[in-house]
């Protein structure tokens, strides 16, 4: 079945370091990779997402790697702040069937 | 931006009876809507999709008759957890499609409900 995951859950970072959080996945069907912040008690919040044809997507202090070859997905935040502290989805999204689904999740703490 | 409003945000509810959630998109037509429930350090798993005026589609694994799905408008739908039990305690989350939008800016979630049945 489909199955998007990461690597590590929990990652510490210092204040004004840049964050890279990693997601596998393998479903080489969908169309779109998306980012999302999860903030305590709240719903996902969209971050960045990238096209299945594209390898680099650059948004406001973030970018997205992705590796089809190796089905890895990246996310880059640069100069991670404290409101960065949240829960990091990836999900992927194949058009057709207009189904998100979620990988399981990082959480950055960002030290100050 | 598009706003989804998702309500009650927190409810309490004794073992046996049911609960009803809401999620509207305040600022935009949602040709799809789905419900997402998300335990405690993991991820959100899809339950279900639904399609104003038709029959919601359920995830396997998902029971319909207890998680009803109604969609009656472009702008509501509604979850209720029938005859809840304490394993249903979660949080869910809704999330609304705007048809007008393409590719995965279309998508909004709610603020998510935390159910707790005692």
């Known amino acids: 079945g489909e199955n998007v995951g990461l690597h590590l859950p929990t990652l510490s970072v210092q204040e004004g370091d840049n964050s890279i959080i990693n997601c596998a996945y393998s479903n080489s069907a969908s169309d779109y990779f998306i980012w999302y912040k999860q903030e305590s008690g709240k719903g996902p919040q969209f971050i960045i997402d990238i096209r299945s044809n594209m390898d680099k997507r650059q948004g406001q202090r973030v970018t997205v790697l992705l590796n089809k070859t190796v089905k890895h997905l990246s996310l880059q935040i640069a100069a991670t702040q404290p409101g960065d502290s949240a829960v990091y989805f990836c999900a992927d999204l194949k058009a057709a069937g207009n189904k998100l689904t979620f990988g399981g999740g990082t959480r950055v703490l960002v030290k100050p | 931006g598009a706003v989804v409003s998702q309500h009650p945000s927190r409810v309490i509810c004794k073992s046996g009876t049911s609960v009803k959630i809401e999620c509207r998109s305040l600022d935009f037509q949602a040709t799809t809507m789905f419900w997402y429930r998300q335990f405690p350090k993991q991820s959100l798993m899809l339950m279900a999709t639904?399609?104003?005026?038709?029959?919601?589609?359920?995830e396997q694994g998902v029971e319909k008759d207890k998680f009803l799905i109604n969609h009656a408008s472009l702008t509501l739908s509604t979850l209720t957890v029938t005859s809840a039990h304490p394993e249903d305690s979660s949080f869910y989350i809704c999330?609304?499609?705007?048809?007008?939008?393409?590719?995965?800016?279309?998508?909004?979630f709610g603020s998510g409900t935390r159910l707790t049945v005692v």
């Open positions: 639904s399609n104003e005026g038709s029959k919601a589609t359920y």
């Open positions: 999330s609304a499609r705007d048809g007008g939008r393409l590719g995965t800016y279309g998508y909004t």
